[in-house]
């Protein structure tokens, strides 16, 4: 690892955005070639049950999200700091930690999956289909897990061009193994789930060669160091705090599946179709978030007030530009878009009905993404697990009162309003972490 720069620039910025932009839209668009290809099968049965399946193992994936983001967190403090040898015991923490979780999640994944599945208010057809889907792919847990915390590690180190190639590489195979266990040997959602399950796997192996390859010789690497107490407990009280926070938000986003399946078949299909461009969204703004995540982490290890300032103001003027674009290619291409994910007219019909929403996305919603980016740089979680608690309850209360009043209208009025209200309540606990950098100093 090369000595750690100190200057905080448009360039440096887009080093770490673009490549991430462009590896965070591979990750949705594992669901978007997914749903593509059921798509073109032209039965919104298998559409919806993709939707539920993949709603179904997202959740208990990304519930464990807190292993990158705490990594990126206390990996981009250490660089601050200039402690590299801690920066690789960090990176081994987690990999222990995301190992014991997939493993965990593979055990107590089968009963999860019948509960959620009694409580669906989805057709029968379509429950057989996702509990189908469900079942292959969640063996893939330990390895997606562990890949998490290497992603988190890489980004930290400002090394995203490798994350990039690793998310490109996974949905490649992805691509490539959907069409020929689809389309070729017929295998419906179960080929989903296989290609999916493969692609996964081999992406960690991927992951672990490019990760090995940042990592000068550690000279004075010493194994007690990672079993450190002060460490594990560090590392247990940040990411329950994250853990916490990305349960309020999946269920947020679970409850939206729910709702839009009481509405029927065809409106849960598309609003799976649309749900993948919010995602896509997300990811590319996120960028920015990964940006800021890293260089006010950096800032923060040095209790450098100013450069974190700095760190936050650029990254939320490009991450505004780039959420302006996205509206507008969506506002003139929307309709492009959803017709090529699926052959059912009607499934088209509908879901054109809320293109609205889609398009106001970026622009309502990128501040909630960068001020998420600061508070993981800072590692002042207990703040986000408030502002997320806080949303939540209003997203629930709106969701009721909007969706019984305007249907599946409302109930897209009410996450537009979520991420509104997250980024509200984030920035009024910013001032938190500007006077715990005038104390460390």
């Not at 590319?284 to 760190?311: C, P, Q, T």
Request: with cysteine; glycine share 6%.
């Amino acid at each position: 690892m090369n000595k750690v720069p100190t200057n905080i620039t448009n360039r440096r910025i887009a080093q770490i955005a673009i490549p991430m932009m462009l590896s965070n839209i591979t990750v949705p668009l594992l669901g978007f070639v997914d749903t593509a290809v059921i798509g073109q099968l032209g039965q919104a049965e298998l559409i919806a049950a993709l939707g539920l399946g993949s709603i179904l193992i997202s959740t208990l994936y990304w519930l464990c999200g807190f292993l990158r983001t705490g990594t990126t967190g206390l990996a981009a403090q250490a660089k601050g700091a200039e402690d590299l040898t801690e920066v690789f015991h960090i990176l081994l923490r987690g990999l222990g930690l995301g190992f014991l979780l997939g493993c965990f999640i593979l055990m107590i994944s089968f009963p999860v999956f019948r509960a959620f599945f009694i409580i669906s208010p989805s057709e029968e057809v379509v429950e057989i289909a996702a509990l189908s889907y469900v079942q292959i792919r969640i063996w893939s847990a330990p390895f997606a897990i562990a890949n998490i915390t290497i992603i988190g590690w890489l980004i930290a180190m400002e090394k995203t061009v490798r994350v990039f190639f690793i998310q490109l590489f996974i949905n490649a195979l992805n691509l490539i193994l959907n069409f020929f266990f689809v389309l070729f040997l017929d295998f419906g959602v179960d080929g989903v789930a296989y290609a999916t399950l493969i692609s996964e796997i081999s992406g960690l192996c991927l992951s672990f060669i490019l990760c090995w390859r940042v990592l000068n010789v550690q000279k004075n690497f010493v194994i007690q160091k990672i079993f450190k107490w002060d460490k594990w407990v560090k590392l247990f009280s940040l990411n329950l705090n994250i853990f916490l926070r990305s349960l309020l938000l999946e269920m947020a986003f679970l409850s939206f599946f729910f709702w839009g399946a009481s509405f029927g078949t065809v409106v849960l299909a598309a609003n799976q179709i649309l749900i993948q461009f919010l995602h896509i969204f997300a990811y590319a703004l996120d960028g920015f978030a990964f940006s800021a995540e890293v260089l006010v982490g950096i800032s923060y290890g040095r209790k450098n007030l100013r450069a974190l300032r700095k760190s936050f103001i650029l990254c939320t003027k490009w991450a505004g530009l780039s959420a302006l674009f996205l509206s507008v290619v969506f506002f003139f291409s929307g309709s492009f878009f959803v017709q090529f994910m699926t052959t059912s007219k009607e499934v088209v019909t509908t879901a054109e009905d809320y293109l609205l929403w889609i398009t106001l996305a970026p622009v309502l919603s990128f501040l909630a993404y960068i001020l998420d980016g600061v508070f993981f740089g800072c590692t002042h979680t207990s703040e986000m697990r408030k502002a997320m608690l806080i949303s939540t309850l209003f997203y629930f209360f709106a969701a009721v009162i909007l969706s019984e009043a305007y249907q599946n209208h409302g109930l897209w009025f009410a996450l537009t309003l979520f991420s509104v209200i997250r980024a509200l309540t984030l920035f009024y606990y910013y001032p938190n972490i500007e006077r715990s950098v005038s104390f460390m100093r």
